[in-house]
Nanobody
């Protein structure tokens, strides 16, 4: 059974930081591209950051220079370090694993940026 379990969300003040984690099980983690998406109320889900199996990384323009994605294949875990958070970063953040026709999603973790 495939599971992607996100953690690390919460309430943070503007300018603060959070580190999201996504622990995967039931997949050959190192083969998968790992992605973080987010969805704010009333908005479509958007891709925030991705890291390929070879380590290639891409970011949405809105988070470049503030967010850092990384992966630890020994722990089957992908991370999203989020710095200099702004209220517009408020959303549910979802972990996503893709390889060939496989496309798995976590349940999401809420990030709220507010004073």
């Amino acid at each position: 059974q495939v599971q992607l379990v996100e953690s690390g969300g919460g309430l943070v003040q503007p300018g603060g930081s959070l580190r999201l984690s996504c622990a995967a099980s039931g997949i050959g983690f190192s083969l998968y591209a790992m992605n973080w998406h987010r969805q704010a109320p009333g908005n479509q889900r958007e891709l925030v950051a991705s890291i390929g199996s070879s380590g290639n990384i891409n970011y949405a323009d809105s988070v470049k220079g503030r967010f850092t994605i990384s992966r630890d294949n020994a722990k089957d875990t992908v991370y999203l370090q989020m710095n200099s958070l702004v209220p517009e970063d408020t959303a549910v953040y979802y972990c996503n694993a893709r390889w060939m026709s496989d496309d798995y999603w976590g349940q999401g973790t809420q990030v709220t940026v507010s004073s």
